[in-house]
Every structure is written in C-alpha cells, then in structure tokens.
C-alpha cells in the first residue's frame, strides 16, 4: 500500500514539474500560452505543426530529459518526501534511460528568436498518430542546422537512439548532430577535477542559481535552468576558444558522443557456458595452490589475509630478516605494517617459495572474481553491455565500466590442472597435468554468421614519438620499413647487427627499453624487468640514448614548454595543467615531467584513436550494406562484429580509412610517419587471427 502511495507522489510531482514549467515560460514570454498549449501531447495538429516549425528553426536549443520521479538532468529531486530503504539495491547506469517521462526543449537566449517557449515532448503520447509525428519531428531536428545544448547529452542521446528505433537511417541522423555537452567541455578545460555537477559548473562560472529544488518550482523552474545551460555554454565557449581548444571540441569530442551513444545500445554475446568452465577451474587452482601454501609452512592459515600472511612471511618466517643489504620494504598506510604488496612478494621470492605461491593465487584470484565471474554477473539473456566514459580519463582515453570490458587480459593465463581438480571440473575432457591457455575474452562470442573483426594501430605511440621528437632515425625507419617488424628494425638499428640476426630476447627488451625511456620509468624499472641492476640499466639507456638523440631532447623540451606554459599538450592541443612541475622536491618533480612527457604521447594517440573512431563510423554509415557494428575500442583497437561473406570487404574499408594520416588528423597537424593498422578476425575475441 505504502509503495503505491509513494508511486502516486512521484506521479504528481511529475506532472506538478510539466505543468509549472510550461506555464512559467508562457508567462515569460508574455503570451496567452497555457499547460495545454506546450504540450506536444495536447496540442491540436495545427499547432504542433507551428511549434514543431519554430523548434526546427530555432538558432539554439537548450534540451534536458524529464524523469518519472519528477527530477530532470539538470535538478536532481532532493525535497521530496518518499522513504528510502536502506537495503535498496544499487541501481545499474542504464536503467535511469528507461525512466524517462519525456524530453523539456526551450529555444535560445539570443534576443533575436521570435519564439523563446518550452516544449514539452512525452516519452508516450496519447495515440500513434502524434507518435508518429514526434518521431518525424525528432528525426529532422536532430539533423537540424541549430545548436542543442544538453547537460549529459550521451543520456539525451541514448533515449533518442531508442525512441526512434536505433535504426541505421536513425544512427546517420545521430552523427550528423550537433549536440554540445557542457560536461564535456568541462573536462577539456580541466581534465583532472572530477565530475562537475550542474550545479557546481554554474558555480564555478559565477552563474547565479536560486534553488536547487524541485518543491520551489513556482519561483525557479527547470525553465530558468535550461536558460542558464544555455549561458554556461557561451561562457564556456568564450574559454574554450581563448584555449585554442574549441576545435577538438567541435570536431572530435563533441562529434564523438553520438557515437559512444549507439556503442552504449550494441550488445556482446557472451557465452555463460565458457565463464562457468573457466571459473570451474580457477576455483579448483585456488584450492589447490592455497593446499600447497598450507603445506610449505606446515599448517592451514588464510591466503586471502593480509593480516595472515604478514604473521606467517614476517613473525614466523622472518624472511625479511634475509634480505640482502640495506633493501626497504614497503610498510602500508594504515599503522605502518610490513606490507604484502606485490612489490615486497615479488622481493621475497627468491628467499622461500611462499610468496611465489601467494602471488598466483592472487593472480589467478584476480582473473576469476574480475574477467569471469565479475563479466558473468553483469550478463543478461546471453548479453552484455558496457558504458563508455568520454571524461573520466585526463589523457583523454575513453574508458568503460560496468563492466570494464576494456582491462579484460589479452594473453592466457596458463593453469595446470591437477588430478583432483579435473574430477571436479566442468566441462574439461583433457588430462591432469597438462596447462590450460584460460583466454578471458574467449568469452565474447559472435553471432552465427558473424565474426569479430580487430583493427589494431601499430606501435602507434612509437610512432607518435617519433614524430614529436623528430627523429631523423626513427622517422626513417617508419618512412621506409612501415611494413616490417618495427621494433626488429629498430634493435638491428641499435645494437648494429642485421634484422634477422636479431634474437626475440632482444627485440622485446628493445621494446621494454623504448617505453621506459618513452614514459621516464627509470632504471631502477628497466633494472627489475630485465633482471639485471640498476646500474647496468641506467648503461643500456645511455646507449640507446646515444643511438636517437632526439628522444632526449623531446623530453627536455616538453617539460621545459610544461614549465614556462603550467601545461601540456597533445598533436590536437589537447591540454592537461601539470602541478608540481617547478615542485623543489626532487621526488614530486620527477613524477610531475614523467606526466608531462606522457601526455604529450599518450594525450596524442587518443586524438588519433578518436579521429578514427569518427571516421570509421561515419564511413561505414555510407557503407550500410556491410553491416558492420562497431562495438569497443580499447584505446588503439577497435573491435567490429561484421557478417562473415563481408569480412574482407569491410575490413579493406577499415583499414583504409584508419590508415588515412591525412583524414585523421585534418586541420590539426601534419603527421610525419605513416600509421599502420592489422586485422585480425575470429569467432571469440580470445582467438583471433589475421586476415589477409
């Protein structure tokens, strides 16, 4: 009864929001306007044909969706008064685009529009035949020439992709619009602060706002909010311009929310059969390695403790006590306890054979709570979605959550089946003592009839650094081997031998080698990778150094520009303040110009990665007979779903276009090296292999 109750209170509220915000706008505008007169749902035809008109017409628009409970994008429904249970449980991020009441619009603040109402369009009209007319109406407005500003305009989106039946013709719409997101351009300006509320980004612009509540809508409505949007957003055009940032704004970032708006509603098959094997038999391997650590001490203790394995390694063991010279291990915040970190178990190794097997269980541990029970939980019907987030890396990555599909392990994790473990064992035919390849993301299935299809960058940061450091050796590498193994060509390069005298140990230690010079790891980085001591590592980067100059000297040049500017930027001049960069302490200045020296890199290769994001969609749009479904990027992949007969065609397009240096990087820079992309097709996203 009380639930009912509650209901009915958010029912009315809804429809109080609705009609006071219709009314205050007819009051302000100095009109006979009325509730029934902006409402899309209770005009006659005749006068949502004028309104809809005036809307198509309209210089700027201000749009914010209205939720059943009577809250709206940009007011969060604080005041009122309906029981919370404690226990509730926690909402997923898509659910909120199926409470959606219905879409608030309001046109420009610019004095020159005739027309300054509120338009209310419902989620659900009265009859099919109004439906069909919003429909109409949303598509061509969506395609309009005017600007629309929407606080959270993936959401917006989103709810559009699925009111207008996420058709093809509907996604051509969507990217052709152009839909600003404060929110976003927020995050440009300072990429490090966290979230902004709209409340707070009012603040922080010295917009004045009288009240943050929804019971206070006679005096403040959602109309004066979506005036104050709408002044947010010059205000942070004026800031973004004199940033000289307005160009990745328009062309890359805002152009890219459509997309991640149709990769939001694109589903994953995902075989449930493949998880429960797979956790079958890391759950048997934990048993099993726990077994193993019981008997090297002697008796049972919690592998999964801290506190127990701190008693175990350090008051019974004492193996600290033998570590040689004068070498510190790593205390925790809290109390300042010996830890048990990675670090201080991977220094204990050596010593006894314990944290060697603490250190897979916790991997394996990692692997099955994270990759395979953690992706089946968020599983429905056979499927998975994840949730792309444009602003939360200040780099300028995209990242995804719940779940993160992007930090899915790519190599297997081998795991050695015991006798006991493979009586126990789901779905395993094979025999004990043999290793089992467990490929996370063997989980990820296509459909039948269809194929994953991975478009790769090659060493695309590599290739980014050479182009900032301008290296004629590198350059010339890049220039005149684009189809050879890179870093083979680089290690002959180095060490002066010839490319195929060139053993795998060397190449992936050139490799290790280039990236912690890349990104300013250190030798002390280099020296645990490669095993061998500091000083010994500090002489290989010497030498490579001395091999291509101009690495050095980009570094002190991007941290010098850091120094003088407070900044950092990217090919796109994307920015990033880096504090601390004039720091006196050594330590906190050292980890500042690290950050500045990689942004500048890894700032770069976004960019690029989301040129080819944009290019590619767009492409294929006109390319719709290949049906290709573009359905994540993990930061230099894309991964596309495509009909088996047009797996060569379409990936012929793919690769042309990201290939394309020209294209991607239009009216922002001139790239020096030529990109690289491979393919690579499979049935799972674990096993792939190229396609020629």
């Not at 089992?436 to 650094?465: M, N, T």
């Amino acid at each position: 009864m009380s639930t009912r109750i509650e209901g009915r209170k958010i029912e009315i509220l809804r429809w109080k929001v609705i009609k006071n915000v219709l009314q205050q706008s007819a009051c302000k505008s100095n009109s006979q306007g009325s509730f029934s007169n902006h409402n899309v749902d209770m005009m006659s035809e005749s006068e949502r044909k004028n309104v809809f008109e005036k809307f198509l017409h309209s210089k700027e628009t201000a749009i914010t969706l209205l939720y059943l409970d009577g809250s709206t994008q940009l007011r969060e429904n604080v005041d009122i008064n309906i029981k919370k249970k404690s226990n509730t449980v926690k909402v997923k991020p898509d659910s909120r685009h199926t409470q959606v009441s219905g879409i608030f619009m309001r046109c420009g603040i610019d004095p020159e529009e005739e027309n300054r109402d509120v338009l209310y369009i419902p989620k659900h009209a009265r009859d099919v035949t109004i439906q069909g007319q919003i429909k109409e109406f949303l598509k061509d407005f969506i395609k309009s020439g005017g600007m629309k500003v929407c606080y959270g305009a993936k959401d917006l989106l989103i709810v559009l992709l699925k009111f207008l039946d996420n058709t093809e013709y509907c996604q051509q719409y969507l990217l052709d619009s152009n839909v600003c997101d404060p929110l976003v351009a927020e995050w440009l300006l300072n990429p490090d602060k966290s979230t902004s509320t709209f409340q707070q980004m009012l603040m922080d612009h010295n917009i004045k706002r009288k009240s943050l509540s929804i019971e206070h809508l006679g005096d403040h409505s959602t109309s004066d909010d979506m005036d104050m949007l709408l002044e947010l957003i010059h205000r942070q055009f004026k800031i973004l311009s004199s940033n000289n940032l307005m160009q990745l704004f328009m062309k890359i970032e805002t152009k890219l929310t459509p997309v991640l708006a149709m990769m939001d509603t694109r589903k994953i098959k995902v075989s449930t059969d493949t998880m429960l094997k797979f956790s079958n038999i890391l759950q048997k391997k934990m048993e099993s390695l726990e077994e193993k650590a019981h008997k090297i001490v002697g008796h049972s203790f919690s592998i999964s403790s801290p506190a127990q394995i701190r008693q175990v390694i350090f008051e019974e063991l004492k193996l600290h006590t033998r570590l040689a010279g004068h070498t510190k291990l790593a205390k925790t915040a809290v109390n300042h306890q010996l830890s048990t970190s990675e670090s201080v178990l991977t220094h204990l190794s050596d010593l006894h054979p314990l944290p060697a097997v603490i250190l897979e269980y916790r991997q394996v541990q990692k692997l099955k709570s994270t990759y395979i029970d953690g992706m089946m939980g968020a599983v429905v019907d056979g499927y998975l979605w994840t949730h792309w987030d444009q602003t939360s890396a200040a780099t300028g990555r995209l990242s995804s959550h719940s779940p993160n599909i992007q930090a899915i392990p790519k190599t297997a994790s081998s795991i050695t089946i015991s006798h006991t473990a493979k009586e126990c064992i789901m779905g395993y035919t094979g025999t004990e003592g043999k290793t089992v390849d467990i490929y996370a993301r063997d989980s990820f299935v296509s459909h039948e009839g269809w194929s994953f299809l991975s478009a790769d960058f090659q060493q695309i940061e590599l290739r980014l650094l050479a182009h900032l450091a301008n290296d004629s050796t590198l350059l010339q590498l890049f220039n005149r081997h684009c189809e050879k193994d890179i870093f083979k060509e680089l290690t002959a390069q180095w060490l002066q031998k010839l490319p195929d005298e060139v053993t795998s140990i060397e190449r992936e230690q050139t490799k290790r080698i280039v990236y912690s010079v890349m990104y300013g790891a250190g030798k002390e980085k280099l020296a645990e990778y490669l095993k061998i001591t500091p000083s010994d590592a500090k002489n290989i980067i010497d030498s490579f150094l001395v091999s291509f100059p101009a690495v050095s000297h980009f570094s002190r040049k991007c941290i010098e520009f850091c120094r003088q500017k407070g900044y950092t930027e990217s090919i796109f001049k994307r920015r990033r303040r880096i504090t601390n960069i004039c720091h006196p302490s050594p330590p906190l200045r050292a980890q500042a110009e690290r950050k500045a020296v990689n942004f500048c890199v890894q700032g770069s290769a976004a960019d690029i990665c989301k040129a080819a994001m944009l290019q590619v969609e767009n492409t294929l749009q006109q390319h719709s007979e290949l049906q290709v479904r573009l359905l994540v990027q993990i930061h230099d992949e894309l991964l596309f779903e495509i009909p088996d007969e047009l797996l060569s065609r379409a990936g012929a397009v793919i690769k042309s276009v990201m290939e394309d240096r020209d294209s991607l990087c239009s009216g922002f820079v001139q790239l020096k090296v030529p990109l690289r992309v491979s393919l690579y097709a499979g049935k799972t996203w674990g096993h792939m292999t190229p396609l020629q």
